[in-house]
Every structure is written in structure tokens, then in C-alpha cells.
Nanobody
Framework: QVQLVESGGGLVQPGGSLRLSCASS????????MGWYRQPPGKQRELVAS???????NYADSVKGRCTIWRDNAKDSVYLQMNSLKAEDTAVYYC???????????WGQGTQVTVST
């Protein structure tokens, strides 16, 4: 089974930045899309950004221009740089891995990001 562990969350002031990291417990084989989702309090989980095995990225409109996602295949990790953070970015952020050749999806346990003064 795939195990994903997120890190980098915390408390940050509006306008600040955070970098989230997600590491897989083991080597990832095959073609996978990795991404970040978030679940604000009282809302459903939503996509923040994703990156395919080919390096194509996709961003939610709400974070476009403020966030950058990239992956390090050698480390089986994915990262999310978030800048100009807003209070609306407050959420539990989850790392996801989805196989492109089969119906299979895995999730980390999440890391809390709180944007507040």
C-alpha cells in the first residue's frame, strides 16, 4: 500500500508563504498524478493543484498565480509553494496520489494550514 505523509503546515499571517511537502513511504512505480487538495472548515474537499507524470500542472482558479506545484521523482515527493496567503486558504491540506493507468487513489492524513492575524 502507498503511504503519503504531509508536512509544512502551520500558522501564517495573511500575505505570508508556506511550502508544503508530501513524501511517499516507498518508490512509486508507474504513471501517477500527484496533487494537493484542501478542506476548509465547513466545506467540502477541493482541488488546489495537481501534476501529472508528464509534468502537466493544473491549479484551482482560487490559487492560480499564488501557488506552484512540483514533484521530485527521485524522492517520490510532491511540493506546493503557497504565496500571498489569504484567510480563505485556511484548511486541512491533503496530499493525493492517483494512478493514471488504473482506478486507484491514495491520501495522506493532512496538514493544517491556518492563515490568520
Amino acid at each position: 500500500q502507498v503511504q503519503l505523509v504531509e508536512s509544512g503546515g502551520g500558522l501564517v499571517q495573511p500575505g505570508g508563504s508556506l511550502r508544503l511537502s508530501c513524501a511517499s513511504s516507498g518508490k512509486i512505480f508507474g504513471f501517477v498524478t500527484m496533487g494537493w487538495y484542501r478542506q476548509p472548515p465547513g466545506k467540502q474537499r477541493e482541488l488546489v493543484a495537481s501534476i501529472t507524470s508528464g509534468g502537466s500542472t493544473n491549479y484551482a482558479d482560487s490559487v492560480k498565480g499564488r501557488c506552484t506545484i512540483w514533484r521530485d521523482n527521485a524522492k517520490d515527493s510532491v511540493y506546493l509553494q503557497m504565496n500571498s496567503l489569504k484567510a480563505e486558504d485556511t484548511a486541512v491540506y491533503y496530499c493525493s496520489l492517483r494512478r493514471e493507468y488504473a482506478y486507484a487513489e491514495f491520501w495522506g492524513q493532512g496538514t493544517q494550514v491556518t492563515v490568520s492575524t
